[in-house]
């Protein structure tokens, strides 16, 4: 009896240390298990702090956006220059274009006054020649003398002068001061010298003549009321 309950004893021993080595054992691994967790959660900490540094480059990289932002300011700033440089060259155009018209308005002016342009002349250019009527101007239209040599005019140092209209003819005196030319009225011949004489006209225009010029070898006679005569060189006159 004895050396059963030995036995059971025994028996009871061993299965408690087997299952306490067991437990041991199981103890170790799930100890050697947890200490190589930290190792992996270790390597995580350092992809962790990989992170930042990627984070880092990005905000380098968006540090560089103002820098882009900044130039182009500057770009625009340039194009103020442009406009402002353009508004004194049309400005400028401008007041070209003005000196230009006030250039012409002043010429029309001049050529509207013929006593302000005309040279002086002396007796010497106009005395002792016969002078055909060509033509003469009259509100801006021109009329032409269709045989000149039928009114003349012949002008002598003396202050005399001769002139000749179709059929008539007569004498009479006239002065002249620079270009101021008076013509006094002739003692004419009064003969009808038909329907298409310009008798009348020439006596007419003579008679209202106050200014004389010599332009390109011809005299030009002006009147008081606007009218132009123009006569051509037809030789010597005698008197």
Do not use: R
């Not at 006030?102 to 010429?107: N, T």
């Amino acid at each position: 009896m004895k050396g059963k309950n030995t036995s059971i004893s025994l028996v009871l021993l061993l299965t408690i240390g087997m299952i306490t080595i067991v437990s041991f054992s199981l103890g170790c691994t799930d100890q050697g298990k947890n200490t190589s967790e930290p190792v992996a959660n270790i390597s995580e900490p350092a992809a962790n702090i990989s992170e930042p540094a990627a984070n880092i480059s990005e905000s380098a990289v968006n540090a560089s956006e103002p820098v882009a932002n900044i130039s182009e300011p500057i770009a625009n700033a340039s194009e103020p220059v442009e406009n402002f440089s353009s508004k004194p060259v049309s400005s400028g155009s401008s007041s070209s274009e003005s000196v230009s018209s006030g250039s012409g308005s002043s010429g029309s002016d001049s050529s509207g006054d013929s006593s302000q342009v005309l040279e002086p002349i002396s007796a010497g250019n106009i005395t002792s020649i016969k002078w055909l009527w060509g033509g003469y101007k009259h509100s801006g239209e021109d009329t032409l003398v269709p045989n000149p040599e039928n009114y003349t005019l012949a002008l002598f140092p003396d202050g005399t002068y001769y002139v000749k209209a179709e059929c008539n003819s007569g004498s009479g005196s006239y002065t002249l001061n620079e270009n101021d030319l008076t013509i006094d009225t002739a003692a004419m011949t009064l003969a009808a010298c038909g329907p298409e004489s310009m008798d009348p006209e020439y006596m007419a225009l003579l008679a209202d003549v106050k200014s004389a010029t010599i332009e390109g070898g011809k005299l030009i006679l002006y009147s008081s009321e606007g009218d132009t005569m123009f006569f051509t060189n037809g030789g010597q006159a005698e008197q």
